[in-house]
């Protein structure tokens, strides 16, 4: 009896886990950067997950930081940033890239859903140890530009 009792709240515990962690197209959709000066979109390209700038509020209208004098006149909106990111199964998108206009530089990086309308991004050098995380907010459908 006691053993047929501790297999149920082993299945039990273990259906409630699996539903804890979200699908991998939950990291999609339109996001707010921590400045509110931009707007990304990340979306799904076979099986990878990419993000491109759909607005934004800076002085720049092109990337003129980049580091290749033939870039520096393209749109910074339309721009991908997001490149390579794959879901892992546990919350977290890795082994992707982030493009930072404002430096010119890209860093690796990966993205964890903290909370529906909450996403980390770590960009980093080397390891992830040696890095800057920004807080990206889920913009609701039909809100304006801040």
Same mark, same amino acid.
């Given at each position: 009896?006691?053993?047929?009792?501790?297999?149920?709240?082993?299945?039990?515990?273990?259906?409630?886990?699996?539903?804890?962690?979200?699908?991998?197209?939950?990291?999609?959709?339109?996001?707010?950067?921590?400045?509110?000066?931009?707007?990304?979109?990340?979306?799904?390209?076979? &099986?990878?997950?990419? +993000? *491109?700038?759909?607005?934004?509020?800076? =002085?720049? $209208? /092109?990337?003129?930081?980049?580091?290749?004098? #033939?870039?520096?006149?393209?749109?910074?909106?339309?721009?991908?940033?997001?490149?390579?990111?794959?879901?892992?199964?546990?919350?977290?998108?890795?082994?992707?890239?982030?493009? &930072?206009?404002?430096? +010119? *530089?890209?860093?690796?990086?990966?993205? =964890?859903? $903290? /909370?529906?309308?909450?996403?980390?991004?770590? #960009?980093?050098?080397?390891?992830?140890?040696?890095?800057?995380?920004?807080?990206?907010?889920?913009?609701?459908?039909?809100?304006?530009?801040?």
């Amino acid at each position: 009896m006691k053993a047929l009792f501790l297999l149920l709240v082993v299945l039990i515990a273990g259906r409630s886990t699996q539903h804890t962690q979200p699908p991998a197209e939950a990291v999609t959709g339109e996001w707010l950067s921590p400045r509110k000066d931009s707007r990304i979109t990340i979306y799904r390209q076979g &099986d990878q997950y990419l +993000g *491109k700038i759909v607005w934004g509020t800076g =002085t720049a $209208t /092109t990337d003129q930081n980049n580091p290749d004098p #033939g870039l520096r006149s393209r749109n910074l909106i339309g721009l991908v940033i997001l490149n390579g990111f794959v879901y892992d199964g546990r919350s977290t998108w890795a082994n992707g890239t982030i493009y &930072d206009p404002r430096e +010119g *530089k890209t860093y690796s990086c990966k993205m =964890t859903l $903290t /909370t529906p309308n909450s996403l980390s991004i770590r #960009g980093y050098v080397g390891v992830s140890l040696f890095g800057r995380t920004e807080v990206w907010s889920r913009v609701t459908p039909g809100r304006p530009n801040p």
